[in-house]
T-cell receptor, first 115, second 117 residues
C-alpha cells in the first residue's frame, strides 16, 4: 500500500513565524501535491511537483513556497504565517504519466492554526 | 465557471438504504477521468472509484457505483446498503488529460453524508 506521511497532525504557530510542513511518500511516485482544505471550498491546490527540484504553482500559491530536494519528500513553507492560513493541509502523491486512472494518494492531513 | 459542482452540502440516509451523491462537471477536453474520494472525520482522503471518459460501462467497486451520464456531464456516486461507517465527506474530482498538467485534480466542494439508524 502507498504510504503518504505528514509530519504533524496538529500544529499551532504564531503570526509571522516561518512554518514548515513536511510530507514523505514511500512508493517512488514522481508527482507530489499540496492542498489546503477549507469548509465550503473543497480542496484547493497550492503547489505541485513532478520531479526533484521541479515545482509548479497551483491555484492558490500566494504566501506559500515549496521544496523538493529528494523524490520522496515534499515540503510546504509558509514564509511568514498569517491567520488566514489557518486551515487543513493535505499532501498527496501519484505516478506520473498519461494514464488518467491513476489516483492521488493522500496523507492524513495537518490541521494548522495560526494565532 | 466551476469545473466540478456538488450541489448537496449535506445528505441523510437511513442505514441499509441506497443514496446518490450528485456531481456535475465542466470540461471541453474529450479525455478526462472522474474520481470519488471519501474523507472520514479523522481527515484522511480515501480513493473510492474511478470513471474514464471513454469507458463504456459505469464503474463499480463493491457497494460503490458511478452513474456516469456523459451527455449530461454528470458522475453521481451511488452507495448501496449504507452503513454507519459510510458517514463522511465525499468529494468528486476530475483530471483533464489534454489540457494543462495531466496529473492535476480539480475537486468539488464536497457532500457530507450522515447515515442514521
Amino acid at each position: 500500500d502507498v504510504k503518504v506521511t505528514q509530519s504533524s497532525r496538529y500544529l499551532v504557530k504564531r503570526t509571522g513565524e516561518k512554518v514548515f510542513l513536511e510530507c514523505v511518500q514511500d512508493m517512488d511516485h514522481e508527482n507530489m501535491f499540496w492542498y489546503r482544505q477549507d469548509p465550503g471550498l473543497g480542496l484547493r491546490l497550492i503547489y505541485f511537483s513532478y520531479d526533484v527540484k521541479m515545482k509548479e504553482k497551483g491555484d492558490i500559491p500566494e504566501g506559500y513556497s515549496v521544496s523538493r530536494e529528494k523524490k520522496e519528500r515534499f515540503s510546504l513553507i509558509l514564509e511568514s504565517a498569517s491567520t488566514n492560513q489557518t486551515s487543513m493541509y493535505l499532501c498527496a502523491s501519484s505516478l506520473r504519466g498519461q494514464a488518467s486512472n491513476q489516483p492521488q494518494h493522500f496523507g492524513d492531513g495537518t490541521r494548522l492554526s495560526i494565532l | 465557471a466551476q469545473k466540478i459542482t456538488q450541489t448537496q452540502p449535506g445528505m441523510f440516509v437511513q442505514e441499509k438504504e441506497a443514496v446518490t451523491l450528485d456531481c456535475t462537471y465542466d470540461t471541453s477536453d474529450p479525455s478526462y477521468g472522474l474520481f470519488w474520494y471519501k474523507q472520514p472525520s479523522s481527515g484522511e482522503m480515501i480513493f473510492l472509484i474511478y470513471q474514464g471518459s471513454y469507458d463504456q460501462q459505469n464503474a463499480t467497486e463493491g457497494r460503490y457505483s458511478l452513474n456516469f451520464q456523459k451527455a449530461r456531464k454528470s458522475a453521481n456516486l451511488v452507495i448501496s446498503a449504507s452503513q454507519l461507517g459510510d458517514s463522511a465527506m465525499y468529494f468528486c474530482a476530475m483530471r483533464e488529460i489534454n489540457t494543462g498538467t495531466a496529473s492535476k485534480l480539480t475537486f468539488g466542494t464536497g457532500t457530507r453524508l450522515q447515515v442514521t439508524l
